[in-house]
T-cell receptor, first 114, second 112 residues
Framework: KAGVTQTPRYLIKTRGQQVTLSCSPI?????VSWYQQTPGQGLQFLFE???????NKGNFPGRFSGRQFSNSRSEMNVSTLELGDSALYLC?????????????FGPGTRLTVL | ELKVEQNPLFLSMQEGKNYTIYCNYS?????LYWYRQDPGKSLESLFV?????AVKQEGRLMASLDTKARLSTLHITAAVHDLSATYFC????????????FGKGTKLSVKP
């Protein structure tokens, strides 16, 4: 079974621009979550989608948004980029609610904002 | 607000030694996770602990959960260099598997 894939893997943007990151979950997984990882703040939850609906949202400004498509693929968008948005963005998928299911993480997208 | 605290944050060990990483969390949660992260890589799932008294072992790593104390431990037995990585514990929040609150991680370095 293929793992979680994320595109692009690396991205360089300048302040004020916007960016869209993509995540394809493991086949059959309906839950997709996004996390931001920085050296200072560590791993922080952004949002979770299940069956195209946002189920949970972390404490991030409205510049961060996401969506999920009917095939469970998800995108997250960051508008008006700031220097502090430079981070590794990780996507994780799970089948959500089945036994001892865990979240499986993708390789991440490393975003650099100049 | 759910908080997850790990200690130590940095751990330098010699090969062959034993050590324990601790993970405390502030409110009730129905499951606890341990992940491993190698430098520049993503997170690899190690264990999912679901109930009080749960113990899971994989190779030289053993994880346990005490829900009454809100404490999980990750015990390393006879450490080897290949275990060098950052280890994170996480708990789910709000009843959803997809909302994990992570500790700051323990950076483990195993030296010969």
């Amino acid at each position: 079974k293929a793992g979680v894939t994320q595109t692009p893997r690396y991205l360089i943007k300048t302040r004020g621009q916007q960016v869209t990151l993509s995540c394809s979950p493991i086949s059959g997984h309906r839950s997709v979550s996004w996390y931001q990882q920085t050296p200072g703040q560590g791993l922080q939850f952004l949002f979770e989608y299940f069956s195209e609906t946002q189920r949970n949202k972390g404490n991030f400004p409205g510049r961060f948004s996401g969506r999920q498509f009917s095939n469970s693929r998800s995108e997250m968008n960051v508008s008006t980029l700031e220097l502090g948005d430079s981070a590794l963005y990780l996507c994780a998928s799970s089948s959500a609610g089945v036994g001892t299911d865990t979240q499986y993480f993708g390789p991440g997208t490393r975003l650099t904002v100049l | 607000e759910l908080k997850v605290e790990q200690n130590p944050l940095f751990l330098s060990m010699q090969e062959g030694k034993n050590y324990t990483i601790y993970c405390n969390y502030s409110t009730t949660s129905d499951r606890l996770y341990w992940y491993r992260q190698d430098p520049g890589k993503s997170l690899e799932s190690l264990f999912v602990l679901l109930s009080n008294g749960a113990v899971k072992q994989e190779g030289r790593l053993m994880a346990s959960l005490d829900t009454k104390a809100r404490l999980s431990t990750l015990h390393i037995t006879a450490a080897v260099h290949d275990l060098s990585a950052t280890y994170f514990c996480a708990v789910n929040y709000g009843g959803s598997q997809g909302n994990l609150i992570f500790g700051k991680g323990t950076k483990l370095s195993v030296k010969p």
